[in-house]
C-alpha cells in the first residue's frame, strides 16, 4: 500500500491517515497481547490517540463490555 491513505478509526471513529509501509504506527511500542487484542476485536487499523492508548493500557480488556 502507498500512503496516505485516509482510514476511519474503529474504536473512536475518527479520520485518521496511515501512511503504508513506514506509517506512523510502527513506532508505537504494543505488546503481542495487546496487538492479539486488538485483531479480536477490529478489522482494521486504529488511530494514533486510540493506539497509543492500548499500549498504555487505558484501552484493554477492562475497557470491553460485561
Known amino acids: 500500500m502507498r500512503g496516505p491513505v485516509e482510514k476511519i478509526c474503529e474504536h473512536c471513529g475518527e479520520?485518521?491517515?496511515c501512511?503504508?509501509?513506514r506509517c506512523w504506527c510502527e513506532t508505537v511500542c504494543i505488546t503481542?497481547?495487546?496487538m492479539?487484542?486488538?485483531a479480536a476485536r477490529?478489522?482494521?487499523?486504529l488511530c494514533p490517540s486510540c493506539l497509543g492508548q492500548v499500549a498504555q493500557g487505558t484501552i484493554?480488556?477492562?475497557s470491553d463490555p460485561a
Not at 42 to 45: A, F, I, K
Open 15 to 17: 479520520p485518521f491517515q
Open 19 to 21: 501512511q503504508g509501509y
Open 32 to 34: 503481542d497481547s495487546q
Open 36 to 38: 492479539d487484542w486488538i
Open 42 to 45: 477490529y478489522r482494521d487499523c
Open 60 to 62: 484493554s480488556r477492562q
